[in-house]
Structure formats: C-alpha cells, structure tokens
C-alpha cells in the first residue's frame, strides 16, 4: 500500500516554492484559462459521446449544436501531468482518475472519455466523468469512497466537467480490504473539505 505521509513530505517543499515563486513572478492582474495549458491526443476516431453526455455538454455552456462536431480522445496533458481515459478497472493502472473542486470540496471521478468541440470553442477540453461518492475522511491524507456517485451526480448537475477544473494531481488508488470502497491518494496537492 502506499505511504501517504511520504508523499505529503515530498511534495510539501515543492509546492511551497512553487506556490511561492508564482505569486512572486505574477502581476495583480486577474488569471484567465489562457493559463491553465491543457493538451488533448490519441483521438479516438471510433468513439462518440453518448446522449446523456451530449446534453450535460450542453448544460455546462458548450458551444455544440450536433455531436458530430465533438472528437474523442483519450489522453490529456494538464499542466504537464498525464492521464488517460477509460482505465478504470485495469490494475496496477489508474490513470483515468482524477480530483477537482467543485461546489467548495474536492470530489473524485473516473474519466470514461475526454471531448473537445471542432471548432469555435475557447475551452481546450472536456472529460466525460462518472463520480464517485463523496469522500470520506479517516485520516487527513486518505479518503474513502466508492463506485456509487448518484448522490454526486445529482449535486453537481452533470456528468462532464472542463478539463481546466481538473486538479494537475495523480491519483493513486488502493481497494480498502474486505469492502467495496477506495483509498484515494494523491501524488500531490490537497483536498479542499467543508468545514
């Protein structure tokens, strides 16, 4: 099983000096999306967007009038981390799970399919999601969850997201013995938890 405290103490320095040095070199000027570098490959000419998603792509604001106008991929570069879709299931890898803030905490998903529009739209990308449920804290470093995410779903509204909300952290994933629940570990980065 992986050493969560391992992972905290490592990256703890290094995301202390690189928070530092980017507040340092920034001006007071808001941020925009422009920033956050997001790439999209490996398209996947065989695939389309189910309805369901088709329209939640339509809720959150895409500028898609036909789903003949979306391509499929299956690997998308956010901010220099790698991860892949469609990998759940497939030990030892996981790199199809992600972690984004969302309503004020941090949620967990498993990413079926990322989409991007053909033309006309400022967003780099989108990821076809299935939640998980809401995480639960036995410690700071490890939240459970498991494959039931209805309760999330339902919150959040749909089941795509911009890959720009997607937190730039790995996932590691460990079964919790005896149950049908998951570690979450993230190889760097923290959970954002309502108080």
Not at 63 to 74: A, I, M, W
Not at 96 to 116: D, E, K, M, P, W
């Amino acid at each position: 099983m992986h050493r969560p405290e391992i992972n905290l103490s490592t990256n703890f320095a290094v995301d202390a000096a690189c928070n530092y040095d980017r507040l340092a070199s920034e001006s007071c000027e808001s941020m925009d999306d422009g920033l956050h570098i997001c790439v999209l490959s490996a398209r996947n000419l065989y695939a389309s967007v189910s309805d369901k998603d088709f329209e939640d792509l339509l809720v959150i604001g895409c500028p898609v009038r036909d789903p003949h106008e979306l391509s499929v991929y299956r690997i998308a570069m956010i901010m220099g981390q790698h991860f892949k879709a469609g990998e759940w299931g497939m030990y030892p890898r996981c790199g199809s799970v992600i972690t984004c803030v969302i309503n004020g905490r941090s949620l967990y998903a498993r990413v079926l399919q990322f989409v991007n529009v053909d033309a006309g739209d400022r967003c780099p990308g989108y990821a076809c999601v299935r939640w998980f449920s809401e995480p639960v804290y036995v410690n700071c470093l490890c939240p459970r969850v498991n494959l039931n995410g209805a309760d999330i779903e339902r919150e959040v509204g749909s089941r795509v997201i911009r890959i720009t909300q997607i937190d730039p952290s790995q996932v590691s994933v460990e079964v919790v013995p005896g149950s049908d629940e998951f570690y979450m570990i993230r190889d760097s980065g923290y959970d954002t938890r309502r108080r």
